[in-house]
């Protein structure tokens, strides 16, 4: 008998007994269904986390100037004046591994409109600092590289300050007005929502890093520089080259500490979503324990399915069925089994991680590989437990079948 | 190649009869081995059928007779001596090539009709076809014929419970017809019918025999049946113990005409 003929069979003789064969299968169908979806519970959280990473910026390699051991006592980071624009620069001339570079300089102040205050952060930076952000201007534009080099006093507002400062009206071209000096609001920033670390990324003013350091924060060293590195693969040697570099620019000496911390949010984020497909991976495998007592489940029913149909695999060897074609029948009969249980499992994982993420608003996805994954599993589950059952069938003798009552 | 040469010597010197005798057992032993005991139900039985013959087989129980046709049907090998089958020696092979010799040589017909439940009657005929590979087509273009000349046109879509018992045991004479068998081994065939009934069934063996040529083994414990055969052949103690020709064989067509109308479970009474 060719294998689409023994599929036919088998598929006859399940349909023969049709609330049997959805009892066996439930087993395998709830434990798909599980493993979908937890697996697309942890997924759509890891992807999360993706994506968010995404929005911190593109291979964002981070430099802050930070933590100097002087005489024994760490200062705290941005406690260094020893970063400067100079080292901005010459990380993009001598890292080839970084793409752009943008100066950094953080304040903080109380923003005056007409009669609306709002204390924001206000960040000073270059411009390609949007672009290493993929950060968007919704209305408006950016400022220039003129703009820095003159110290203009323009600025882009982040929606949190549009809302605090200027409800309903038009921000675009108004004056605010911070530390008593005038600056021009030139451009609205789309919305970031919240970073990975739970900031609000709106509730900011971007202005020429220059501006901020001689009108606002009165010092001539930097912060931090911004930096995007060409893949995600070259960060990590690109950290290395910054450190080199900065080094020896701030000619420290090899028994020196760092006078300047360089973080990739990447890795953090990476770590974070490392964790949690390891928590996916537990919980499926959780799950995948109903795969396996589902597929006893069919062993089971397979066995009685053995003894219940002796006559007929008497009748069967009989009629020229050899052992094989009898044992390559109860196997595909399971097979079959598990494989439809799985694909209805599948279905029922899909809908059940909809549901969850209509009802819980999680969010989740189910990843193609895992739904491959699952439906190979099933069916491997199925040629596993329905091989004893098959094999007892296989070794009936024709004669004691016949006769059994 | 010696055993080879052992083997051929007998089969040479029979081959004039292995053209006419379909079955011919040489010296047949069956001895099953129960631990404590060992139980000989076949004593050494020789005899031979020709093509076209229609034997009956009796015996009371524990006489061998079903030891013979477990072994007649290739569901179980001699202990000892030897079996040609349309002039092959079957009594050696494997349980794989038994399965291929009951498939393309054998028909069975049981007592019990053995058809699969919730399975159509065509898809019964079709199984034997099933399992030597025939295509779907030419399956049901044999099995229509098959159920044709059991005179079950028309019941082709019935399942087994949807017919009655006279009507199951063609539909499973179909099926031992439907691959071209060299012999039909019936094994109490009207054992579960009422005697009208059994009479059909016998009509359909004597027309199938008579007018097809084939050969027909049947077992049987009534007398009253053994009387449609042309031969009978009694075990006893795992022997032949008789084996003579019927003289006041009976015609089954006609015997049917006799009997009395009776109201049965068929209405297709005209089909047979």
Avoid at chain 2, 114 to 128: G, M
Wanted: aromatic share 6%; proline share 4%; net charge negative.
């Amino acid at each position: 008998m060719d294998f689409p003929a023994v599929l036919r069979v088998a598929v006859r003789a399940l349909a023969r007994n049709k609330m049997r064969t959805i009892l066996t299968m439930l087993g395998i169908i709830i434990g798909v269904g599980a493993v979908i979806c937890t697996v697309a519970i942890g997924e759509g959280a890891s992807h999360q986390i993706q994506e968010s990473l995404r929005n911190l910026g593109d291979n964002l390699v981070f430099v802050a100037a930070g933590s100097v051991n002087q005489h024994g006592v760490h200062m705290g980071s941005s406690a260094t004046k020893t970063l400067t624009a100079g080292d901005a620069t010459a990380i993009l001339q001598q890292v080839p591994l970084i793409t752009r570079v943008s100066p950094g300089v953080m304040a903080s102040a109380q923003v005056v409109y007409g009669n609306q205050n709002w204390f924001t952060h206000i960040r000073g930076v270059g411009p390609s600092y949007l672009e290493i952000r993929h950060w968007p201007i919704q209305e408006g534009s950016s400022f220039t590289q003129h703009d820095v080099d003159s110290s203009a006093d323009v600025c882009l507002v982040g929606l949190t300050v549009v809302q605090n400062l200027f409800g309903d009206e038009d921000p675009l071209g108004k004056i605010i007005r911070v530390q008593n000096l005038p600056f021009r609001v030139v451009g609205v920033l789309v919305s970031k929502g919240q970073s990975p670390f739970g900031q609000d990324e709106d509730d900011t003013i971007i202005m020429p890093y220059t501006t901020v350091q001689k009108k606002i924060a009165g010092i001539s060293w930097l912060n931090f520089i911004t930096t995007s590195a060409s893949s995600q693969e070259s960060i990590r040697p690109a950290e290395l080259q910054i450190a080199s570099l900065i080094r020896e620019r701030h000619h420290l000496r090899p028994d020196e500490d760092d006078d300047f911390i360089i973080r990739s949010p990447t890795d953090l984020a990476e770590t974070q979503a490392q964790s949690g497909r390891i928590m996916t991976l537990l919980l499926a495998s959780i799950a995948s324990v109903s795969l396996l007592v589902g597929g006893i489940g069919i062993m089971n029913i397979m066995l009685v399915s053995v003894t219940e149909r002796t006559r007929e695999i008497g009748v069967r060897m009989a009629v020229g069925a050899t052992e094989r074609d009898v044992q390559m029948q109860f196997l595909s009969e399971a097979f079959v089994l598990s494989l439809l249980g799985g694909a209805v499992g599948v279905l029922g994982g899909v809908a059940g991680s909809l549901a969850v993420s209509s009802m819980l608003s999680w969010p989740t996805r189910v990843p193609i590989e895992a739904i491959g994954v699952a439906v190979l599993f099933s069916a491997g589950v199925g040629i596993f437990f329905g091989y004893l059952p098959a094999r007892k069938a296989a070794h009936l003798d024709p004669i004691e079948a016949l006769r059994y009552e | 190649m010696a055993e080879e040469l052992l083997q051929s010597q007998p089969e040479t010197e029979n081959q004039p009869l292995a053209s006419a005798a379909i079955i011919q057992v040489e010296n047949l032993h069956k001895t099953y081995d129960l631990g404590e005991i060992q139980v000989h139900a076949l004593r050494g039985v020789s005899l031979s059928v020709n093509r076209g013959e229609f034997v009956a087989i009796m015996g009371a129980s524990g006489s061998g007779k079903s030891t013979f046709m477990n072994l007649a049907g290739c569901l179980d090998r001699p202990t000892r001596g030897r079996y040609l089958l349309d002039g092959q020696d079957v009594s050696k092979l494997s349980n794989r090539k038994l399965a291929g010799i009951r498939n393309r040589k054998i028909g069975f017909v049981f007592q019990g009709f053995n058809l699969l439940a919730r399975t159509t009657a065509l898809e019964n005929v079709e199984l034997p076809l099933v399992y030597s590979g025939v295509s779907h087509q030419d399956r049901v273009e044999r099995a229509r014929e098959a159920l044709r000349s059991v005179g079950l046109e028309g019941r082709e879509a019935h399942h087994p419970a949807q017919l009655s018992g006279g009507q199951q045991q063609r539909v499973a004479v179909a099926r031992a017809l439907v691959n071209h068998p060299a012999i039909i081994l019936a094994d109490e065939p009207t054992g579960n019918l009422d005697s009208r009934t059994s009479v059909e069934i016998m009509e359909v063996f004597q027309r199938l025999n008579g007018e097809r040529h084939i050969t027909i083994l049947l077992v049987t414990h009534e007398p009253d049946i053994a009387r449609y055969a042309q031969r009978v052949i009694t075990f006893r103690d795992g022997k032949v113990r008789r084996d003579m020709l019927v003289e006041d064989r009976l015609d089954a067509a006609r015997e049917f005409e006799n009997l009395p109308a009776m109201e049965t479970d068929d209405e297709d009474e005209e089909n047979s």
